[in-house]
RNA sequence: GGAGCCAUCGCCAAGUUGGUAAGGCCGUAGAUUGCAAAUCUGCUAUUCACCAGUUCGAGUCUGGUUGGCUCCUCCA
């Protein structure tokens, strides 16, 4: 199994801290507000990393945690006279229905920030102990930079004069302009607070995907996890610093590996809610199968950018109907085992740092062959089975295909369209019977217009919405 | 201004350690069909933004040019 490395910045043979066990760590969102197409993304692409190592043999414990303390969350409490409790679990029930929806497995491990104060306080305890975090009068206490020989190992940053960490949030009390906030002690009377020994206030954003790494693995005494991910955008500063956190209140580094994938993009620019180009999943899912949407998503290269476009959607779609045809010819049937020459095909693509391009392709080969030999032996029922077999196989590696094949060119079509285009086609096949095509024909016009595309088999006629 | 990524057929997109360009869509010819649709088969980039270099040999390595994107501020 090879991986990117965004770090060493080149493929690197996955070896993990406790030999065929994977543990990774996903920056997961922060919950103030829906989830758009680049979460999804995200998602969807470490998704099939722990997919991929499952099907390798990897027993993958797969963490994703939720930011739920975070500046714009309280700003959302403001604007809304809701409680901070109200708005997160709002939108972190919301977030894991659509990640559903997008066949994505939930972590093993989801937890949140609120839920982690007592690690996060610990673990910036242990940096004032050292001295590596000091304590300012406000009660904000930062992260010295200077203490840190290996800062900047993670994005490659070199140290320059100018302060990165904040450019509107200054203060005079930094030792360092790298410097940056571990907690920020609140300055109202009504602020969303905790209290800690060093100050009432809340945690900054880096130090809680540190704290939970912390908490809930253990590592080997070099590396605390196999694997961290995230967005590009994530590289610096959020895992600049929690890797510098990690480091120094360890003693370890913190992962092994580091993985990042690229952008979906509008127009060639960046999907994000600062630039207000976002296309909300709750949005796409109401037009789109979020099966389609998971194929189209993953069908490119997860480090490469992602260029968003409805054309392209349908596109896709064409190229998972075909699975979904093929599959009809295989029911009804039971699955045997997937054709071990596939199966290892697949498993080899996904090796090579997820090249889902190469298993999309290899897929394709396999439905065209499969077609073929069913043109010419449409009884071989062991043939039938193992195909079946190498669709389940394709559901559990790559999380596609999994559908009932009939209802899958249904979606979205009611009972009473269903019963008339059964009608029609029963009038039609009638009229083919007599041989009057001229009223089969117009059958099938009538058909056409209500979005429905019949084809005759010798089993019958088959139907879908087009 | 600093750092980095990318540029392959009309469109989307793969190309292990340099060895002679996957796959999908579209188009096209045919098989099949009452006609379609679906399915299958054939054809469809001597060429990888541009220029120079290294090499027996480069889309793949080096340098430069042009164009696009990202990060340096919250961000998947």
């Not at 002690?185 to 020994?197: L, M, S, V, W």
């Not at 999994?402 to 009608?423: H, N, R």
Request: charged content about 30%; overall charge negative; glycine content about 6%.
């Amino acid at each position: 199994m090879q991986i990117y490395d965004s770090v060493q910045k080149k493929k690197l043979t996955f070896s993990p801290i406790v030999p065929n066990k994977a543990s990774i760590y996903i920056c997961g969102p922060t919950v103030y507000d829906d989830a758009h197409l680049g979460h999804a993304r995200s998602s969807l692409a470490f998704d099939l990393l722990s997919r991929t190592l499952t099907s390798h043999g990897y027993e993958v414990t797969l963490c994703k945690n939720f930011t739920d303390i975070d500046d714009k969350i309280i700003k959302k409490v403001e604007e809304t006279g809701k409680s901070m409790e109200e708005i997160t679990s709002f939108y972190i029930d919301r977030y894991l229905s659509e990640m559903t929806a997008l066949g994505i497995q939930r972590a093993n491990i989801e937890p949140k920030a609120t839920e982690s104060l007592d690690a996060i306080e610990a673990m910036i305890q242990k940096l004032i102990d050292k001295d590596i975090a000091y304590v300012i009068s406000t009660g904000d206490v930062y992260f010295d930079t200077s203490k840190d020989t290996h800062y900047g190992n993670i994005s490659h940053r070199v140290a320059d004069d100018e302060d990165s960490q904040s450019r509107v949030e200054h203060t005079t009390e930094k030792r360092n302009p790298k410097d940056f906030a571990l907690w920020k002690a609140c300055k109202g009377e009504d602020d969303i607070c905790f209290d800690t020994h060093f100050s009432r206030g809340r945690p900054g954003w880096h130090i809680e995907c540190s704290a939970m790494i912390e908490k809930h693995f253990t590592g080997n005494g070099e590396y605390s996890i196999d694997i961290h991910g995230g967005g590009a955008d994530l590289l610096f500063p959020h895992h600049e610093n929690e890797a510098a956190q990690s480091r120094c209140a360890t003693g370890h580094e913190l992962a092994k590996y580091w993985m990042h994938n690229g952008f979906v993009q509008i127009d060639g620019e960046k999907m994000s809610k600062s630039l207000g180009n976002s296309f909300f999943l709750k949005d796409a899912l109401k037009l789109y199968d979020g099966e389609i949407l998971r194929y189209y998503l993953n069908s490119i290269h997860y480090r490469n950018d992602f260029n968003f476009s409805e054309e392209e959607l349908q596109l896709n779609k064409k190229r998972l109907d075909k699975l979904y045809r093929l599959k009809k010819r295989l029911m009804p049937g039971k699955a045997s085992l997937p054709n071990k020459t596939f199966k290892k095909l697949l498993l080899d693509d996904m090796a090579d740092d997820l090249n889902i391009s190469m298993a999309l392709a290899h897929i394709d080969e396999m439905i065209a062959t499969a077609n073929d030999t069913l043109d010419n032996n449409p009884k071989d029922k062991g043939f039938k089975k193992e195909t079946l077999a190498n669709i389940e196989f394709i559901d559990e590696i790559l999380g596609f295909g999994g559908k009932e094949p009939f209802s899958y060119f249904q979606i979205g079509v009611d009972d009473a369209l269903k019963e008339k285009v059964e009608t029609l086609i029963e009038a039609r096949l009638e009229a083919k019977k007599n041989r009057d095509f001229s009223r089969s024909d117009a059958i099938r016009e009538e058909l056409t217009a209500l979005g429905i595309s019949i084809m005759d088999t010798p089993d019958g006629t088959l139907w879908e919405k087009s």
